[in-house]
């Protein structure tokens, strides 16, 4: 007899593939050990295939078990939408949404657009988490978020997508310096400069290093930081200079007294979407979400559009992760 997937076991799955070890999994979903190894052990014997393997850097699952991981995430995914919006109903609100959003897009006008959306609509629950680019994909993907909103540079292949707003990536230097009375510059006249890079696993690097290498050109960094405080603070210590996107820095490079520079190429321009899983299955809140976000962001300027007057930024960098209702 075939044994049901419940949610309990593939909670225990994802655990032990994300842990790689199964004292680890069990330890972090509260349950002994022995009696995750006997729920694995009954759900390979249900399905008739091994799901686990042994290899030098611990458990991994086999080609089932990744299959089944994937759908695990996103069964998980959706039950915590569903219990999540009905709990939303017994305290009186009308519906959830849980948005992701990269960093840059949280430092800008994100959080003051949703805060407007739930001046609107004050029964509505809102959940916003930071994340970087890949891993906003992945959650909407997934299903264990309803919308993202990130940078197009992204791979949206697959998904829905609406614009949002836009910002420009601009060069950061010290007021001293000999690009600071430029209007604009080429990408390729800052490579003989010592640079300060953002974050290797976020989406400015990525391109960055992307249209440095289309240009012949291996892209290095005297210093590889986090944060656009202390990029600002770093390039104002007169130890190089930083392509940084102009809204979400300007808080930080008037505060360090800098000189932003725009990059004159088009794909400097940065187009933020909203993104969502294709098809029907936005709930009618999120919906109301995605044509408040809309209405709130300007029109888009074509891609070879000279750069736009700056925008006022938000003031500061939103926390990692914050629930709003």
Not at 40 to 59: C, F, N, T, W, Y
Not at 177 to 196: M, P, V
Not at 301 to 306: F, I, K, N, V
Request: charged share 25%.
């Amino acid at each position: 007899m075939r044994r049901t997937l419940d949610p309990v076991t593939l909670r225990l799955f994802v655990a032990v593939c994300e842990e790689r070890n199964i004292a680890r999994a069990a330890a972090r979903e509260a349950i002994v050990a022995s009696a995750v190894s006997k729920r694995i052990a009954a759900l390979e014997q249900s399905i008739g295939s091994a799901l686990l393997v042994r290899g030098r850097r611990g458990i991994a699952p086999t080609a089932a078990g990744e299959a089944l991981l994937r759908r695990a995430h996103e069964l998980l995914g959706s039950m915590e939408r569903v219990h999540a919006e009905l709990s939303e109903f017994a305290g009186g609100a009308h519906g959830s949404v849980r948005v992701v959003a990269s960093l840059s897009v949280l430092a800008e006008a994100l959080p003051e657009d949703i805060s407007s959306f739930l001046a609107r609509y004050p029964s509505v629950r809102v959940s916003l988490d930071e994340r970087i680019s890949p891993e906003v994909l992945r959650s909407v993907r997934e299903g264990a978020a309803d919308l993202g909103v990130l940078w197009d540079a992204a791979d949206l292949a697959g998904l829905r997508t609406w614009p949002y707003r836009t910002d420009h990536l601009c060069v950061a230097v010290h007021p001293a310096h000999r690009f600071a009375g430029r209007k604009r510059l080429r990408f390729a006249e800052t490579f003989a400069e010592a640079s300060i890079g953002l974050a290797p696993v976020g989406s400015v690097d990525a391109v960055l290093r992307r249209q440095a290498a289309r240009l012949g050109h291996v892209l290095t960094h005297r210093i590889q930081v986090s944060g656009l405080d202390a990029a600002c603070r770093i390039v104002r210590a007169g130890l190089g200079i930083a392509v940084l996107p102009r809204e979400a820095a300007a808080p930080y490079a008037s505060a360090a007294e800098l000189a932003m520079v725009p990059l004159a190429e088009p794909w400097a321009l940065r187009r933020f979407v909203i993104c969502s899983r294709p098809g029907d299955a936005l709930s009618a809140t999120a919906r109301l979400l995605v044509d408040h976000l809309r209405q709130q962001a300007a029109p888009l300027p074509r891609r070879e559009a000279s750069p736009a007057t700056p925008t006022p930024a938000a003031a500061g960098v939103s926390p990692q992760k914050a629930s709003m209702r």
